[in-house]
């Protein structure tokens, strides 16, 4: 049975600098840069796969040592390579664990995790099938919220039943995957200056739009971010959360430099606080390579400022012997967002009064019609979490003279 986290102890929850603010619960996501984040360490010369396995090599050595496995590039990477850790340096074998959701299709990637557990050889395999408990605002949720507060992500809960079964060992997560290996803001200007790269017909266009200044591209990104289409929140609202992205994602020409400022992101950090503080409740040691400083440092160092070239910026690269390439080349991706959005948030969706939302900045009666779609926008989940918070805690503590 699981325990409680934290009973018995003293309580470990996120600082409240890493919790969301009004306006990043609004938009679903922090932004910016965080202003105490320590600077990335000094490399040490390691690749990129040297520095990922010198981070598996020490969850190994806190047994057990579970991996998170969902069948898609990131987990599947990570969880080869610490297979072959495992038999190289004779240590007891990385358990897969796996989150399914049988009535949530669109979430299956049964046949994916098939594929690579049989490449790896893998005889243990932890397999958790779930109903509607992944909620937003169901009962894991409900727990990682009420101790820790307003956190991102909003599924941080997601990882609370794996870090249970890891009490006492390790486990490691692909979390960061994406961000990591995404491109640079203006890929062809880097590569024609630090790759010393010939311009070819097919760059003048992209080239020309990255040599415009700083102010017009902020301004073409806010005109075609995402934000625009969010109606639930207020149209001024719109405009100055997209403006903030922008500035904030304007990333650096070189490719170290890009790393550093992902690192320094309030994505990044309170990420990372908040996945510290829950594995802390269930005494594990999580390990989040993609999102790990030393190794970071140690891409960065070894990329330097044109980057790591085509072949070495992917996953293949680092665990592609390992696996079925078939892997690599799927264009499909699961979605969870229904497993997420299930039966409490539809119950609370339906009674919602628009409690626990500041209207100057969303537009209640839109945003509950939103809550009502078929598929709400996930970029909604953190203002439901807040909203529930706040009418669980006015029902807990009634104002005076109110009707009990």
């Not at 102890?9 to 922090?30: D, F, H, N």
């Not at 249970?164 to 024609?192: K, N």
């Not at 945003?367 to 029902?395: G, I, K, Y």
Request: hydrophobic content about 40%; some cysteine.
């Amino acid at each position: 049975m699981p325990s409680t986290p934290g009973r018995g102890r003293p309580t470990r929850t996120v600082p409240a600098g890493y919790q969301l603010t009004a306006l990043e619960t609004v938009a679903g996501s922090p932004y910016g840069t965080d202003p105490v984040a320590p600077p990335l360490p000094a490399p040490s010369g390691a690749t990129p796969r040297q520095a990922l396995e010198r981070s598996l090599l020490d969850a190994l050595q806190r047994s057990p040592c579970l991996v998170t496995f969902s069948g898609g590039r990131d987990s599947s990477t990570l969880l080869a390579l610490t297979a072959r850790l495992a038999r190289d340096h004779g240590l007891p074998a990385p358990v897969p664990v796996t989150h399914r959701f049988p009535r949530v299709p669109e979430s299956d990637e049964g046949e994916w995790q098939e594929l690579v557990i049989g490449r790896l050889g893998l005889d243990d395999w932890e397999l958790l099938e779930w109903d509607d408990e992944m909620d937003i605002i169901g009962p894991l949720a409900a727990a990682v919220l009420g101790r820790h507060g307003q956190v991102m992500p909003f599924n941080a809960h997601f990882m609370a039943p794996m870090l249970e079964r890891a009490r006492g060992g390790s486990l490691v997560t692909g979390v960061g995957g994406d961000e990591l290996f995404g491109p640079v803001d203006r890929p062809v200007l880097a590569g024609l200056r630090y790759a010393r790269r010939r311009p070819g017909r097919s760059d003048l266009r992209p080239l020309a739009r990255e040599l415009a200044p700083r102010s017009r591209r902020i301004a073409r990104v806010v005109s075609t971010h995402p934000f625009r289409e969010f109606g639930w929140i207020r149209p001024e609202v719109r405009r100055l959360l997209a403006e903030d992205f922008a500035r904030a994602y304007a990333m650096p020409l070189r490719w170290d430099g890009s790393i550093d400022q992902m690192w320094r992101s309030r994505y990044v950090q309170c990420s990372r606080a908040t996945l510290a503080a829950i594995a802390a409740d269930h005494d594990a040691d999580l390990r989040v390579p993609f999102m790990d400083p030393v190794v970071l440092a140690d891409i960065a160092g070894h990329a330097g400022a044109a980057g790591l070239g085509k072949r070495e910026s992917s996953l293949p690269a680092l665990a592609g012997e390992l696996l079925p390439p078939e892997l690599f080349e799927r264009r499909t991706k699961a979605s969870f967002d229904a497993a997420f959005f299930h039966r409490h948030a539809r119950a609370f969706a339906a009674s919602w009064d628009g409690t626990g939302v500041d209207p100057s900045l969303v537009d209640p009666e839109l945003l509950h019609a939103e809550w009502l779609a078929p598929r709400p926008s996930a970029n909604t989940f953190s203002l439901m979490q807040q909203a529930w918070r706040e009418t669980r805690r006015l029902a807990a503590n009634p104002a005076p003279g109110s009707a009990a």
